[in-house]
């Protein structure tokens, strides 16, 4: 009796021991550096709202968050890597609309679901998608680019971040209401794509307003509308695809911050005040804002509400997308 009896209160105190020791751990979190995975290439909108949230979570967890870029496969490579990190807060990613909303509808074999692989953390960027060509795209306007493209299908290319990323997914829907099928041309990120946009060596995209503002601003690229039903306030002369001739093409993307299901909850809501913080932070708006990001409101930037998001962009993309993705 005496030898179980020892066992059972080795083993109990063991127990508490182990409670206590992730308890301390929760509680002293973190105690190094984070990796935000950012499933593109560097320089593209993804990893544009990774590195200027990061920043200012670093200051406010006391700890570098410091980006990997993992592209591929439209984005679901490096989430894929994420979901199966472990969870113990040392590793998130920035997802978006494509990895956590188009992706299921185009990947029959994907290795996560958006809706229950992952431990929301919050919003942290709306992102407008703009229809943007090379400078020497030869039409003047909307209207211009519409018959362009219907009349030279065959000899025109737009470029995207792969299949089932954003550009990829609110390309195929530009091209679907164009009722054109042009050659796409697959890039790690729409950073390299705009690059190539720049050169004159690709014809179109879709894109979010926090890649190309800089370029449209500068006039290295044209900018024929964006998709929402306001003009951006960082991009004021360039009209919305309503004025502009194109009235259903409404899409607008996000980026918002994930981590592994299974992360303590203590943890998550770290992880979520320091994203909420940064999004108060004035600089840390001004960057956003300079971008034309869009900054969620208090309520739209809490886990729940990601994880509401999700769900219904999962739904919304799905009927949109599905049999448009690899076959
Ligand atoms: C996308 O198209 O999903 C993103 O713009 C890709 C990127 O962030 O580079």
């Known amino acids: 009796m005496g030898g179980i009896r020892m066992k059972s209160l080795i083993l109990a105190a063991a127990a508490v021991v182990g409670f206590g020791t992730a308890a301390l751990a929760q509680d002293n979190y973190p105690v190094r550096q984070v990796t935000m995975i950012v499933p593109f290439a560097a320089g593209g909108p993804t990893d544009v709202v990774a590195r200027i949230v990061g920043d200012h979570m670093s200051k406010t967890l006391g700890q570098q968050i410091v980006v990997e870029n993992v592209a591929g496969a439209g984005g679901t490579t490096g989430i894929t890597r994420g979901a199966q990190a472990a969870p113990d807060g040392y590793t998130i990613m920035m997802g978006h609309m494509g990895t956590h909303g188009a992706a299921p509808a185009l990947y029959a074999n994907l290795k996560y679901d958006p809706a229950k692989d992952f431990a929301p953390i919050g919003l942290a960027a709306g992102t407008p998608i703009l229809i ?34 954003v550009s990829h997914s609110t390309g195929v829907l530009l091209n679907a209401q164009l009722g054109i099928k042009p050659a796409m041309i697959a890039y790690r990120g729409t950073g ?32 024929y509308a964006i998709a929402t039903p306001e003009r951006s306030p960082a991009l004021p002369n360039v009209p919305t695809t309503k004025e502009a001739g194109l009235p259903d093409y409404q899409v607008s993307a996000w980026n918002a911050v994930f981590a592994p299901k299974g992360t303590p909850a203590p943890i998550v809501a770290k992880l979520s005040a320091a994203l909420d913080k940064a999004l108060d932070d004035e600089n840390t708006r001004k960057r956003l804002l300079e971008l034309g990001g869009v900054i969620p409101d208090k309520a739209g930037r809490t886990p729940a509400a990601l994880q509401t998001l999700v769900e219904s962009e999962v739904a919304r993309w799905n009927p949109i997308l599905k049999g448009m993705g690899e076959k």
Do not use: C, R, W
């Not at 795209?137 to 792969?162: C, Q, R, S, T, W």
């Not at 014809?203 to 290295?220: C, H, L, R």
């Open 132 to 165: 943007v060509a090379k400078k020497d795209f030869p039409a003047p306007d909307l209207k211009g680019f519409i018959a362009y493209v219907k009349a030279n299908e065959a000899k025109i290319n737009m470029a995207h971040a792969g299949v089932g990323s």
């Open 192 to 223: 390299p794509a705009l690059n190539d946009l720049m050169a004159n060596s690709v014809d179109y995209m879709a894109d979010q307003i926090v890649n190309v503002a800089p370029q449209i601003a500068a006039g290295t690229i044209k900018a």
